[in-house]
């Protein structure tokens, strides 16, 4: 299984960032997938994830702002981060279970700063 992240980047306050995962070797629309994020110093932190049927879920900092969707058809996961603040500023990685194991993708940083 292979997981990699795109779309990160440097971005003003109150800003907006699309963040991409791309999935092989597995069959996609088998698997729930996760958004975190790690900031400098802090654990590592869920922020949404998609089940196969694409019900969603989000941590209470995200509602409202972020948008977790998935693309069967292209095997990629989607983070839409809008109204962007400072504290979002962090390394995001995706995440898949698959087979008992845990997969992660090398991350994307996300900084947002003026």
């Known amino acids: 299984v292979q997981l990699v992240e795109s779309g990160g980047g440097l971005v003003q306050p109150g800003g907006s960032l699309r963040l991409s995962c791309a999935a092989s070797?597995?069959?996609?629309?088998?698997?729930?997938m996760g958004w975190y994020r790690q900031a400098p110093g802090k654990q590592r932190e869920l922020v949404a994830t998609i089940s196969t049927g694409s019900s969603t879920y989000y941590s209470d900092s995200e509602k409202g702002r972020f948008t977790i969707s998935r693309d069967n058809g292209k095997n990629t996961v989607y983070l839409q981060m809008n109204s962007l603040k400072p504290e979002d500023t962090a390394v995001y990685y995706c995440?898949?279970?698959?087979?008992?194991?845990?997969?992660w993708g090398q991350g994307t940083q996300v900084t947002v700063s003026s």
């Open positions: 995440n898949t279970q698959a087979g008992g194991y845990d997969y």
């Open positions: 070797g597995l069959i996609f629309r088998l698997y729930a």
